[in-house]
């Protein structure tokens, strides 16, 4: 039997945590100045402010409880951009991993219970303690895998970007038209923002390559950062870049297809183990009747 006074402890720690937890998402923090734009990037809509406030309020402390302990928050915004995923459900996943990897070890022990079988105490908490954290971390490891896989993917659109707006340039379009007609050519998710940019900077009078530019921040992909620094400044000064663009696209393509074969490599050497261990207990399996015949002789 489990001493309730160990029950008792445990649950009291278990509830500091999340009353710890729920007031350092309630306390007021000061915006940074990138929130701040962000914010006032949004669209407004017409809505009821006194109605909602409650649930601004309730959704603001749900995203810092969920950032607790992940290091630099604009990596995770830009790797939640690059994904096409929303803070929200980002927020939503942690919590109900985190749930159910803490609730887990107890569901085991009430049926190891009803079973007979006693676990023993220490053993259980530190199995809450690990499936909360583990259930609470995973979300960032499978958006940090995903935003890398679509950033090494975003190397491909970024030199078919160039090689549309060199193609443009070399009709004799000037650097912003240029800029323009290829985000409308291409398609894609990645084009798709490049048009949502350009759209947002021509209402606002901004220029085509500060929206790119942008977009670049946002998502955290150092190829689309060069580029549009080389867009920039043909816009800015009126540089020929054209030849740069195109050597560029050029490089984009070659390290994009440099990283796939890597990453083909790597599958087929990661072939290998299964098929060694395959082959080693085919080889137990068919030996090991001479050799326990010999061993019994």
């Not at 459900?89 to 985190?98: E, F, G, M, N, Q």
């Not at 022990?109 to 079988?117: E, I, K």
């Not at 707006?165 to 323009?180: D, K, N, S």
């Not at 072939?271 to 080889?283: K, R």
């Amino acid at each position: 039997m489990i001493p309730a006074a160990v029950v008792a402890a445990g649950v009291f720690a278990v509830a500091a945590a999340g009353v710890c937890l729920v007031a350092r998402g309630l306390a007021p923090t000061r915006p940074t100045l990138a929130e701040v734009r962000s914010h006032l990037a949004r669209p407004r809509w017409p809505t009821d402010a006194a109605g909602l406030g409650w649930r601004v309020r309730l959704r603001a402390a749900a995203l810092r409880v969920a950032g607790v302990g992940l290091g630099d928050p604009g990596r995770l915004h830009r790797d939640l951009a690059v994904t096409g995923r929303g803070v929200d459900r980002y927020a939503l996943d942690k919590v109900i991993l985190a749930t159910v990897g803490a609730c887990l070890p107890v569901v085991v022990t009430v049926v190891w219970a009803a079973a007979g079988v006693v676990a023993p105490v220490p053993i259980v908490l530190a199995a809450v303690a690990a499936g909360g954290v583990g259930g609470f971390v995973a979300p960032n490891v499978l958006v940090r895998s995903d935003a890398a896989r679509r950033r090494r993917d975003a190397r491909v659109t970024v030199s078919a970007y160039a090689d549309l707006v060199c193609i443009q340039l070399a009709a004799g379009e000037g650097v912003a038209t240029a800029v323009r007609v290829a985000a409308e050519t291409g398609t894609g998710s990645l084009f798709n923002r490049f048009r949502d940019a350009l759209d947002r900077a021509a209402r606002r009078g901004h220029s085509p390559w500060q929206a790119l530019e942008q977009v670049a921040d946002e998502l955290g992909i150092p190829e689309l950062r060069d580029l549009t620094a080389s867009i920039t400044r043909a816009g800015a000064t009126g540089a020929a870049v054209r030849n740069t663009l195109a050597a560029k696209a050029i490089t984009l393509r070659d390290h994009a297809a440099n990283a796939e074969l890597a990453a083909a490599q790597t599958q087929s050497e990661r072939l290998v183990a299964p098929v060694v261990l395959m082959m080693t207990g085919f080889l137990v399996l068919v030996g090991y009747p001479a050799v326990a015949r010999v061993l019994t002789l």
